[in-house]
C-alpha cells in the first residue's frame, strides 16, 4: 500500500478592497488542514479593512504584501513568483473551496502523474455559505481550442503542477484585464 506524501500546494490570493469576502475566503484555505499549504496574499494597497483580515493571519500565511501593483494578474505573478509548491492554485478574495478539496486534489495529482491539470466543478453558493448550484466542468479538446472555441478556465476550481507553468514560461499575460470570451480572442 502506498501512503500519500501531501506534495506542497501554493495558493495565491490577490486582493483589492476585497475585505466583505476575504475573511471567507482565508478561512476556506485554512480549515482544509492541507498538511503542506503555502498560501500567500498579495493586496494591491487596500483601504477598507482588508489589511486587519490580514494580519489576523499573519502567521499562519507563508508570505503576504501590500503594495500598489498593476492590477490582479500582476499581483497573482508576484505571488506566484514567490511560490514554491509542486501543485500551484489562485483563489480570488471573493471565492472559496469545498472542504477536503486539496486532499482531493493532492490525491489526484499523487496517483495519476501524467495529469497535468485540473479543473473542479464550478459552486455558487448563497449569504449562508451553502451550495445552491454546481456546474458541470466545461470539456476541452484541441479542436475547440484551435476552432476558437474555449471560453474561459474557472480560476477557483483549477489547480496545476509547476512543471506545466515552468513549461509555459511562468508568466501571466499582465495585458489581460478579464478572462472572458471578449478578452481572450
Known sequence: MKYLTHPKISIVTPNFNGAK??????????????????????????????????????????????????????????GFDRSTGEIMAWINSDDKYHPGSLSIVSEIFEKYPEVN?????????????????????????????????????QQESTFWRRGLWEKSGGKLNLDVKYADRKSVV
Open 21 to 78: 469576502y476575504l475573511e471567507e475566503t482565508i478561512l476556506s484555505v485554512f480549515e482544509q488542514n492541507y498538511p503542506n499549504l503555502e498560501y500567500i496574499i498579495i493586496d494591491g494597497g487596500s483601504t477598507d479593512g482588508s489589511l486587519e483580515i490580514i494580519k489576523k493571519y499573519d502567521k499562519k500565511l507563508l508570505l503576504w504584501l501590500s503594495e500598489p501593483d498593476n492590477g490582479m494578474y500582476h499581483a497573482i505573478q508576484k
Open 117 to 153: 491539470w485540473l479543473t473542479g466543478s464550478i459552486t455558487h453558493f448563497d449569504v449562508y455559505g451553502r451550495t445552491i448550484r454546481v456546474f458541470q466542468p466545461q470539456r476541452w479538446s484541441k479542436y475547440d481550442y484551435y476552432t476558437g472555441n474555449y471560453g474561459w478556465i
